[in-house]
């Protein structure tokens, strides 16, 4: 079975550029996840779509983060304009079931697009 | 909002020492997983667990989670370099998305 795959795998821009990371989960994962990790801390949820149906994203900084989710499958998180403090690595998480939290839905990440702001 | 605290932050320990890492949570939790990140890498799954008290092996890899759910901890027996990485842990909250721990970043002297 194929993983969650994820690209660029490497990204450097200038603050106030533009960028944009893409994620093809696991066929048939129908919830999906963006996760934020900075170094040296844990992974911190961005947002969660069920099929192309955002379910939470009060963590996201909607003032320059977004994000969609169009057929239900792959997914783009766009940053615009960036921030130093952007600099992370992005992890893109799918689960088949309907709850993330839920008993036996664990997560399968991809290998994440580590994000550098110049 | 929900937090969930792990200590300690670094561990070194000489290859075959025992290594535990301890995961609190600020609100009870319906269940609690653990996933471990190796250097460079991403984070996989390794356990969840539900149950009050729940006792959970996985070879050398020892799993429980406290009677009021509120804590767990994850203890290794006779480390290995292949054990090396970060270990988080990560329990849903009221909306049911998964908030994680700090980790433990573990380092194994051969």
């Known amino acids: 079975e194929a993983g969650v795959a994820q690209s660029p795998r490497y990204k450097i821009i200038e603050k106030r550029q533009s960028v944009a990371f893409w994620c093809n989960p696991i066929?048939?994962?129908?919830?999906l996840y963006w996760y934020q990790q900075i170094l040296g801390q844990g992974p911190k949820l961005l947002i969660q779509f069920q099929n192309n149906g955002v379910v939470d994203d009060s963590q996201l900084p909607k003032d320059r983060f977004s994000a969609e989710r169009l057929k239900g499958v792959d997914s783009t998180l766009k940053i615009q304009p960036a921030k130093l403090e952007d600099s992370a690595v992005y992890l893109c998480a799918s689960v088949p079931g309907r709850l993330a939290g839920g008993p036996y839905n664990e997560q399968f990440f991809g290998p994440g697009t580590r994000l550098t702001v110049l | 909002g929900q937090q969930v605290m792990q200590i300690p932050q670094y561990q070194h320990v000489q290859e075959g020492e025992d290594f535990t890492t301890y995961c609190n949570s600020s609100t009870t939790l319906s269940n609690i997983q653990w996933y471990k990140q190796r250097p460079g890498g991403h984070p996989v799954f390794l356990i969840q667990l539900v149950k009050s008290g729940e006792v959970k092996k996985q070879k050398r890899l020892t799993f429980q989670f406290g009677e009021a759910k509120k804590n767990s901890s994850l203890h290794i027996t006779a480390t290995q370099t292949t054990d090396v990485g970060t270990y988080f842990c990560a329990g849903p909250n009221a909306g049911n998305m998964l908030t994680f721990g700090g980790g433990t970043r573990l380092m194994v002297k051969p």
């Open positions: 066929s048939g994962h129908a919830t």
